[in-house]
């Protein structure tokens, strides 16, 4: 017997959905397999597993020293025992600048580092999508290609440029080329950040201005708009949640990041992450302060990945299926 039968004009499949495609039923069909029990189960063993470590790390930091350093986090369920001095002596450190400076700072660079690629990609991804111009496809690929060179092979050309130049052992290996130095300070830190995000965003943003249909481009300049009107109006609210997702991404990389941070930043322009790592002490006296300095370090990240979460979740499903 056939699978399938010829009511009216309507086809109806094994499983009665009038007109239902090749990809409507695919969809379906891993619909159903990632919500059966077994999948659901498997998903929560893995946040478990993946969660684990971080609860650990947050039942620390409310432990008193002298336990953390003789007992695992797991004996606090047994004798439990919470204070605040973790936090209070976290708090009251200072490296050159005090923990409540380094997070403001941390503020102060990953906004910008997080605004500008997506910016200037953007306006890149655009003109790479709907902007017909001589190379435009190879010129494309070299962009993309950009993404396989590590930032660590730019950053000495970059600290000559930015006119720190590179001193090993009091002796000046790369003197600086640039008349006003931005070593040291936040632009250095922008630049850095933006460059190294760039091929990537591009790439991101390309793919999803790409995959605006073409009747409304074209219906847009029709109706006389440019392409100014029809980047604003048109393909940004469309590449939103992947703009969304990706900015979460690269607020990430930066607040996390210590290598940018370790050479192009100092004193009292230092984030978070450099000031961690003088919280243990010279030798590592006060690895317990750790615990509560992670947490206080991971506030900001937290408020800006629930903010974003739903534009995260669509960002990552857009252009995953046509039809």
């Known amino acids: 017997m056939s699978s399938s039968q010829t009511t009216g004009l309507l086809p109806v499949t094994r499983a009665g959905k009038p007109g239902e495609g090749a ?17 659901t189960a498997g998903a929560l063993i893995l946040a478990a597993i993946w969660t684990l470590p971080t609860f650990g790390l947050f039942v620390s930091s409310f432990r008193p020293p002298s336990d953390i350093q003789t007992n695992g986090w797991w004996n606090f369920f047994a004798h439990p025992t919470v204070t605040l001095s973790n936090y209070t002596q976290t708090l009251q450190f200072k490296s050159g600048i005090s923990v409540i400076q380094a997070l403001t700072n941390s503020v102060t660079i990953t906004l910008p580092a997080a605004i500008l690629p997506i910016t200037i990609a953007l306006l890149m991804a ?39 130049g590179l001193a090993i052992g009091g002796l000046q290996i790369f003197p600086g080329v640039a008349s006003t130095t931005l070593a040291n300070g936040f632009m250095a830190v922008w630049i850095t950040h933006t460059i190294s995000a760039l091929p990537l965003a591009t790439f991101m943003l390309h793919n999803s201005l790409a995959a605006i249909p073409t009747d409304i481009m074209e219906a847009a300049k029709i109706d006389g708009a440019g392409h100014g009107q029809i980047l604003l109006r048109i393909a940004l609210p469309l590449a939103m949640p992947t703009i969304a997702s990706y900015a979460i991404f690269q607020f ?38 750790l615990s509560a300095g992670t947490f ?14 739903r534009f995260f979740v669509r960002g990552l499903l857009a252009g995953a299926t046509k039809g």
């Open 126 to 164: 655009y003109a790479f999508a709907w902007l017909d111009f001589p190379g435009r496809d190879w010129l494309f690929i070299a962009v993309f290609a950009m993404q396989v060179v590590p930032l660590q092979m730019v950053l000495v050309p970059l600290l000559k440029l930015y006119g720190g």
């Open 252 to 289: 990430l990389w930066v607040w996390n990041d210590l290598l940018v941070a370790t050479i192009f930043s100092s004193g009292q322009n230092a984030p978070i992450t450099k000031l961690l790592t003088d919280l243990s002490g010279s030798y590592g006296q006060q690895w317990y302060l």
């Open 23 to 39: 990809t409507a039923k695919a969809l379906r069909n891993t619909h159903r397999k990632l919500t059966s029990p077994i999948a």
């Open 296 to 309: 206080l370090a991971i506030i900001v990240p937290l408020i800006v990945f629930f903010a974003l979460q």
